[in-house]
């Protein structure tokens, strides 16, 4: 069969090819009759020479790879899709628009066991794809697998799953999203999506291919890193293998070729496989509030935990509000961006967040946050010489749950299996030297941490001593310990009991160094400690000193004992048998300590002062309008002050210094003196700065002679506008004013507190009737007349403002007055050239204007 085309194009979106089962042949026994369908995604900024009516779909037999037949398939549909109400949140979103050309045949093929092949081939996908490399004038291959008797039997009967059309969706760059790629089946046989590679096909050369090879020659797409036929969307972009649901957090802007692949299951056998291969477009201007948190999160190192919003920033999320889930609270709440909550117990809670709550354009996320604090990971490695395993042994702590999964890395270089996975491993090492061993472990809670170790390998067995220097009194007994594998023999054995264990005990009179010797089978190994001796104890408690009162201290002995008492035990805040406690005493203190070395002990004490702090005030908080100052008057008993912060202060080494912030400020007066207190005595004020007050009486505009304008100011709850000519009143938000001239009016916005601000709006007359003007020329990307947009003059609503090409697609479309078209389409600026606009409003009588006319792009 041979067919001619003209031209190639640039604009495939994607494709796929359906098969539907219409029965037995009628002409030609053990023949079943197929309806095979070609669906294409076409861009919109195709021509029609680039629209061909007819296409050729090559079938190969699976079990030789033979060509049975080229069946050439006719147009039978070509509609267009466009995404044209894209939520109001959504600013600056890009137009979805796409073509769906439909081609089908029927074809009759002879039963097989192994089923057959359909392709098609055709040049070229659009330029520039992000995920694929290279990435211009790339063909495509679709392709769908018709299942043979060996998966349904002689009489089995089937279509292969339909995707429908679901494809019209908005996508921003970094912003949540969800795709629906799911598929329904006329028999109800059970269907999984996967992620698959798309595959090439076609060239500049060759756009139509009319006689495309055998699936043994078909190559897939080469993607680009980060990306893969199996995350062609990155690592942040999943499908779910049960729904075809595809979702996560878009990547960067651009165009992503992605192909799904579902799998029909009957009675467990997989029957047949079908792919969808299409171009997804993210957007890279779109933007919109939202809300969005990972579905759980878990601390377990304590209770306080850091929230932030998981989505892209955006300058469109105005406030935050946080509820953390306690219940029975009502003041579990923040409104800040990125919150740290200290939850009061442990326990999973159902964290909820919300970003510009209860404005039009608002979002919500939700999160289970499970708090449970308490698991410490750990492990002890027994080492031995290298022909023996060193014996692991975790030893984990959990406070909440138990310990339940194990991953240790055993760093073995040479070895082919240095991993396991349960609890206490023994390991043969192939070779000596450090390894750095790691453990990976979990508890029943969902807590998961790791803990990495250095252990020596070696040729000799490992001994492990909790201490290798002590002191005891000469009329004292100390048991020794050791551990490794193997057995233990001590020296010198003088004054020691069970000199043969690992445990012994010694009762030395002078300083003594012993020595452990660890004998396994082939290898010993041998160790020293010491133990030092003494026939008294050496003490000294510490200098006398003077405190502020009310503080803390830390008592600071030195001397060579082990154990302490000290008394009186009321005012020490922690333990008094520490050798440094810390203490707050109420008045001047005597402590004393009993120190001892086991069966000998000395005694000493320590005086503390206290001397109350200098005494300051920093009076009463202050509020003040932004951009104002206030004074400071601070009252003192001392020698010299400070205040802090030092900003926005006119000197802050007085009592009484000018305060001019620009935000609510909280000022510390610091206040010395010589009676021996070293600190300073410190108080707070704060001067609560009102917020700026933004002015804004409106846009400048502009109406015809005796229209009606009604003014809109706002920043503060009072007004008043002057001059008063044309208004029917002015100390109201929104006036009317009816002029016959041009008119720049003043407005002041107030609050009770005497805060203001001023704006001022220039008003346009014409002395024509309501219209709407145009420009006939613009220049993207220039410093002025770079945005083409209507003047509406008299015109109370615009519906629509709408550009075209010249092939009669749409550009851009708004209804809202001011905006206007930036000359970009889908992030690419346009062709200089001519373009068709269309626009239509209301003019303040109710009268509808339209208007249409053309435009020159101009670079």
């Known amino acids: 069969m041979t067919l001619a085309f003209r031209g190639y194009c640039k604009h495939i979106k994607g494709g796929e090819i359906h098969y539907t089962y219409l029965g037995p042949s009628a002409t030609q026994p053990g023949y079943d009759r197929y309806q095979l369908r070609l669906r294409l995604f076409i861009s919109c900024q195709s021509t029609t020479g680039q629209l061909e009516t007819t296409v050729v779909l090559g079938v190969y037999r699976n079990s030789d790879n033979y060509l049975v037949q080229d069946a050439g398939a006719n147009l039978t549909g070509s509609y267009q899709i466009n995404l044209t109400n894209p939520s109001p949140c959504i600013v600056h979103p890009s137009p979805v628009c796409y073509w769906i050309r439909e081609f089908t045949t029927i074809v009759e093929l002879q039963k097989d066991p192994n089923g057959y092949t359909v392709i098609f081939q055709r040049c070229c996908r659009i330029d520039n794809i992000r995920n694929i490399n290279p990435n211009i004038n790339i063909g495509a291959s679709y392709f769908c697998e018709i299942q043979g008797t060996h998966s349904i039997g002689e009489n089995g009967i089937n279509s292969n799953p339909d995707f429908g059309i679901k494809d019209t969706v908005l996508i921003c760059q970094g912003k949540r999203f969800k795709l629906d790629y799911s598929a329904t089946d006329a028999e109800g046989d059970s269907l999984t999506y996967e992620f698959s590679s798309g595959y090439v096909g076609g060239g500049e050369n060759n756009a139509v291919v009319t006689n495309p090879g055998p699936p043994s020659s078909w190559q897939p797409l080469k993607y680009s890193a980060p990306y893969s036929g199996l995350n062609p969307l990155g690592s942040s972009v999943t499908i779910d293998r049960k729904t075809g649901i595809i979702s996560g957090v878009a990547p960067p802007g651009g165009d992503y070729v992605v192909c799904v692949l579902v799998k029909e299951y009957r009675a467990g056998i997989l029957v047949s496989s079908h792919r969808k291969d299409f171009i997804i477009s993210v957007d890279d201007k779109c933007d919109f509030p939202s809300a969005d948190l990972n579905p759980n999160y878990i601390t377990c190192d304590g209770f306080d935990f850091s929230f932030h919003n998981e989505a892209a920033s955006t300058p469109l999320v105005h406030s935050y509000y946080w509820d953390f889930g306690v219940p029975g609270l009502t003041n579990d709440t923040s409104n800040v961006a990125k919150p740290t909550f ?250 004393s300590v009993v120190a001892s070395i086991g069966k000998c002990f000395t005694t000493g004490s ?93 846009n400048d505009t502009s109406i015809v002679v005796n229209q009606p304008l009604k003014l809109h100011g706002s920043g503060a709850p009072s007004f008043l506008w002057f001059p008063d000519f044309g208004l029917d009143r002015n100390d109201i938000e929104d006036p009317v004013a009816m002029l016959n001239q041009n008119q720049t009016y003043i407005m002041k916005t107030f609050t009770e507190d005497g805060c203001f601000a001023y704006d001022t709006i220039n008003i346009k007359v014409f002395t024509t009737a309501p219209d709407i003007f145009v420009p006939n020329a613009f220049t993207p990307g220039n410093t002025t007349n770079n945005i083409f947009r209507p003047i509406p003059v008299g015109i109370s609503d615009i519906e629509f403002f709408r550009v075209y090409n010249r092939n009669g697609m749409l550009l851009y479309n708004t209804s809202h007055i001011g905006s206007g078209w930036d000359g970009y389409y889908n992030g690419k600026l346009q062709p200089v050239g001519g373009y068709v606009w269309m626009v239509q409003g209301t003019d303040y009588t109710g009268k509808t204007v339209s208007k249409k006319g053309t435009v020159v792009l101009i670079r």
């Open 606 to 698: 320590v005086n503390i002062k206290t001397v109350p702090y200098p005494v300051s005030d920093a009076g009463a908080d202050a509020r003040i309008c932004w951009m104002d100052t206030t004074m400071l008057n601070g009252k003192a008993k001392g020698s010299r002050y400070s205040w802090l912060p030092s900003t926005n202060l006119s000197n802050p080494a007085i009592l009484n210094p000018l305060a001019y912030p620009l935000q609510t400020t909280e000022y510390n007066l610091l206040v010395y003196d010589t009676l021996g207190c070293p600190k300073p005595g410190i108080s707070k004020v704060i001067v609560n700065v009102n917020p700026q007050i933004i002015a804004f009486a409106g």
């Open 342 to 591: 200290t939850f009061p117990d442990t326990g999973v809670y159902t964290v909820r967040f919300y970003v510009n709550k209860n404005e039009p354009c608002t979002d919500s996320a939700s999160t289970l946050m499970s708090v449970f604090p308490g698991f410490f990971p750990a492990f002890n490695a027994i080492t031995s010489c290298l022909k023996n395993p060193v014996v692991f042994k975790d030893s984990t702590q959990t406070r909440y749950g138990t310990v339940s999964s194990w991953y240790w890395n055993f760093d073995d270089q040479n070895g082919s299996a240095d991993t396991s996975v349960i609890q206490n491993p023994s390991y043969q090492y192939s070779d000596t030297g450090m390894k750095s061993v790691t453990l990976v472990v979990a508890n029943s809670k969902g807590c998961l941490d790791s803990v990495s170790k250095q252990i020596d390998v070696s040729g000799k067995p490992t001994i492990i001593f909790p201490f290798r220097d002590t002191l005891i009194c000469n009329i004292d007994t100390l048991q020794l310990h050791a551990l490794g594998n193997g057995d233990f023999t001590w020296s010198p054995s003088d004054n020691m009991i069970n000199p043969d264990s690992p445990d012994p005990f010694v009762y030395p009179k002078t300083t003594t160094w012993y020595t452990a010797t660890l004998s396994e089978p082939g290898c010993t190994n041998s160790d020293s400690l010491r133990v030092r001796v003494v026939d008294h104890v050496t003490f000294f408690p510490g200098n006398d000193s003077t405190i502020c009162l009310g503080d803390t201290i830390t008592l600071n002995p030195s001397g060579d004992a082990l154990y302490f008492d000290w008394s009186p035990a009321g005012n020490i805040l922690d333990n008094p048998k520490l050798k440094n406690p810390h203490v707050a005493p109420s008045g001047n203190t005597t402590y």
